[in-house]
C-alpha cells in the first residue's frame, strides 16, 4: 500500500504543465496548482486576449489573477524532494529533434501524443486530457503528431485552410473563395480527400492485381524452365541410345545433335530468364509504388494528403502477359522422331548421300508468340475448311451442304450405329483436328453453341456430362438472339460483347488462345480465353431444344 501512496502524492503534486514537482507553488481561483512560471509564461502566450484560462480545466478569469505562492503546498513539495522522489519523465519521453515536442510543456518539452487539427497543436499525454474531459475540446480532430500543422493555415489571411480548389489544384481557405478563386470549381477538403481516397484505393488494388499477375507469369516461366530442361534432357538421352546402335558410323552425327541441342536449350532457357528477371523487378517497383500508396492512404491530415498525393511517381508500363507464350507440349520431340527414322532406314542409307537430318526441333517460341491478327484479312491467312463427322452426329441432327450445314429436326434421322455419336445432346463434331493457329467461320440462326472440345469428350453421357462447356474437355460460345454467354467446366463466364449472326472462331493452340468475333466490316471481339490445350481441338456445334435451329461452316475464300 506504501508505494501507491507515494505514487498518488507525486502526481498531486505535480504541475500539470511541466509534469514535475510543483516549484514555487501558486494555487489559481479554480483551485488547481502550477508551478508560478509555469502559469506566467502560459498566461504571457495569452497576451491580448481579453480573458485568461486554466490549462486543466479551463476555467476562464476575466482579470489576470494575482498570484500568490503557495506555503503550504511549497513545504510539503520540499518534504517530497527531500526523499528523492522526483516526478521527471524517463529520457526517452522527452522530444529529441526529429521527434513533435508537445506546444503546452515549458522548459524542456515531452514528446507529443498527438496533434490537433482544430487547435493546430501538438499535446503530450498529459495536456491532451483535456481534449477527452472537456466536452468542446472532444470534437476536436486529433491525428498523429505533426510538425506540419501551420502548413494547413492560409499564408494571405492566417485561417484554416478547409477548401479544395479543383481548378487550381490547390487547399485554400474561405476568404480565398471570395477573392482570387471566387467563381473556381470548389469542394471541402473533406469531399476531395474521400474521392482521392477511392482513386488511390483503385489504384492499389489495380497494382495488387498487377502483383499477382506478374506472380503468376513469373510461376509459369519457372515451370517452362523446367520443361524445357526435362525435354532437352530425355532428347539427348533418346538420342544417344539410337546413336549407340549405329556404332561409329553414328558418333559424329550424335555429338553434332547433343551439341545443338543443348545450344537451342540454353537459347530458350536464357530467354525465358531474362523475361522472368523483368517481371521480378516489375514485382518490386510495384511493391515499392503499393507501399507508398498505403503510406499516403494512412496520412489522416488531409492537406499533407492532397498536398502530396500528386507527388506520386507514376507507374512504369506494365509488361505485356500476351507475350509470354507457355507451351505445354515438348519441345524437342522432332529430334528423337527424326532419328528413329534415321535409325530404321540405315541399311538404305549408309550406301546413298547422308539424309538431312536436322536436330533443331520447329521453333520453341516460348516468349514472341505472333500476335492475334487484327483485320478479317488476317485471320483469313489461317482459315481452315472444316466439315461436320456425320458418325458424332446426334440422331436429331440433319447433315447438308457437303456436310457443311446442320439443322435440329423434330425426328430422328437415319445413322449408322458408331461409338463417336452423341446420344445425350444434340451436337456434332468436326472430322478435322485443330492443332497450330485456325480460324473458322459459324452461321447460326435461332440458338446455337459455337464450341471446341477434345475427342475423348464423354458421347454417352446426359447433357450435364457430355453438354459442351459443362466438362473440362470443352469450351462453348452460346449465341442467342439477344445476348451470348461462355461456359467452361459448368462455369458461365461474362461476355464483353454480342455475336452477330456470323462468328469467328480463331485458335493459337500452342499459345492456348481461343477468340470469338462477330464478323462484320470490322471484327469485334466478343469473348476471348486463355488457357492451355494439352490436346488436339475439334470444331462443335450444339443446339437448343428449338426445332429448326441451324447452323453452317462457312466455306471461306
Known amino acids: 500500500m506504501g508505494p501507491k501512496r507515494i505514487k498518488l502524492d507525486r502526481e498531486t503534486f505535480s504541475c500539470s504543465i511541466c509534469l514535475d514537482l510543483l516549484k514555487d507553488a501558486v494555487t489559481i481561483p479554480c483551485g488547481h496548482s502550477y508551478c508560478m512560471s509555469c502559469i506566467k509564461a502560459h498566461w504571457d502566450k495569452e497576451n491580448g486576449k481579453k480573458l485568461h484560462s486554466c490549462p486543466h480545466c479551463a476555467q476562464t478569469f476575466i482579470l489576470r489573477p494575482v498570484l500568490v505562492k503557495n506555503t503550504m503546498l511549497a513545504d510539503l513539495v520540499e518534504e517530497l524532494k527531500k526523499t528523492g522522489l522526483q516526478a ?39 495536456h491532451l486530457q483535456r481534449h477527452y474531459d472537456v466536452p468542446p475540446l472532444k470534437k476536436h480532430k486529433l491525428v498523429e503528431p505533426s510538425n506540419k500543422l501551420q502548413e494547413n493555415i492560409c499564408s494571405l489571411h492566417d485561417e484554416v485552410m478547409k477548401i479544395f480548389c479543383r481548378t487550381d489544384q490547390q487547399c485554400i481557405c474561405y476568404l480565398c473563395l471570395m477573392d482570387e478563386h471566387k467563381g473556381h470549381d470548389t469542394v471541402s477538403a473533406a469531399a476531395e480527400r474521400t474521392e482521392r481516397q477511392r482513386e488511390l484505393e483503385g489504384s492499389r488494388l489495380n497494382i495488387q492485381q498487377r502483383i499477382q499477375d506478374r506472380e503468376k507469369d513469373v510461376k509459369l516461366l519457372h515451370q517452362e524452365v523446367e520443361a524445357i530442361n526435362l525435354s532437352a534432357d530425355k532428347t539427348v538421352e533418346d538420342s544417344e541410345k539410337i546413336f549407340t546402335e549405329l556404332i561409329r558410323l553414328f558418333e559424329k552425327r550424335s555429338s553434332d545433335v547433343t551439341q545443338q541441342v543443348r545450344s537451342q536449350q ?41 498536398l502530396n498525393y ?15 507464350n507457355i507451351r505445354p507440349l515438348s519441345y524437342f520431340e522432332d529430334v528423337t522422331a527424326a532419328v528413329s527414322e534415321v535409325r530404321d532406314k540405315l541399311l538404305d542409307v549408309l550406301r546413298e548421300k547422308w539424309t538431312n537430318v536436322s536436330p533443331m526441333p520447329t ?12 483485320t478479317r484479312d488476317g485471320f483469313l491467312e489461317y482459315s481452315r475448311e472444316l466439315t461436320l463427322d456425320p458418325n458424332t452426329a ?21 445413322y449408322f450405329s458408331h461409338p463417336e455419336r452423341f446420344s445425350g445432346c444434340w451436337q456434332v463434331l468436326s472430322r478435322e ?10 452461321e447460326w440462326r435461332r440458338g446455337v453453341d459455337v464450341a471446341v472440345a477434345y475427342k475423348d469428350i464423354n458421347r454417352k453421357g446426359e447433357y450435364d456430362d457430355s453438354g459442351f462447356g459443362l466438362n473440362d474437355k470443352s469450351w462453348a460460345l452460346r449465341c442467342e438472339r439477344k445476348f451470348c454467354n461462355f461456359w467452361y467446366n459448368k462455369v458461365q463466364f461474362p461476355v464483353s460483347g454480342r455475336g452477330s449472326y ?52 462457312c466455306k471461306l475464300k
Open 502 to 553: 456470323r462468328l469467328g472462331v480463331y485458335l493459337d493452340h500452342s499459345a492456348g488462345i481461343l477468340s470469338f468475333y462477330s464478323v462484320s466490316k470490322t471484327m469485334t471481339l466478343v469473348h476471348r480465353v486463355q488457357t492451355t490445350f494439352t490436346q488436339p481441338l475439334y470444331a462443335g456445334l450444339n443446339f437448343f431444344n428449338m426445332s429448326g435451329s441451324t447452323a453452317e461452316l
Open 88 to 126: 521527471a519523465p524517463a529520457d526517452h519521453c522527452y522530444a529529441g529533434p526529429e521527434d513533435v515536442a508537445c506546444d503546452v510543456c515549458t522548459g524542456k518539452r515531452l514528446k507529443a501524443f498527438k496533434s490537433c487539427l482544430v487547435c493546430l497543436a501538438s499535446y503530450c499525454e498529459k
Open 310 to 324: 500528386p507527388s506520386l511517381s507514376p507507374l512504369s508500363e506494365s509488361t505485356d502477359s500476351s507475350s509470354i
Open 433 to 442: 483436328s485443330l492443332t497450330g493457329r485456325c480460324y473458322w467461320e459459324v
Open 266 to 306: 540454353r537459347t530458350e532457357v536464357s530467354r525465358v530468364k531474362e523475361l522472368q528477371e523483368k517481371l521480378e523487378q516489375e514485382i518490386t517497383e510495384l511493391k515499392r509504388n503499393d507501399a507508398e500508396l498505403k503510406k499516403l492512404s494512412h496520412t489522416e491530415d488531409l492537406n499533407q494528403f492532397l
Open 394 to 414: 446426334h440422331r436429331w441432327l440433319s447433315l447438308f451442304g457437303g456436310n457443311r450445314n446442320a439443322t435440329l429436326m423434330k425426328e430422328q434421322q437415319f
Open 363 to 374: 521453333e520453341v517460341d516460348v516468349l514472341l508468340s505472333q500476335p492475334e491478327p487484327t
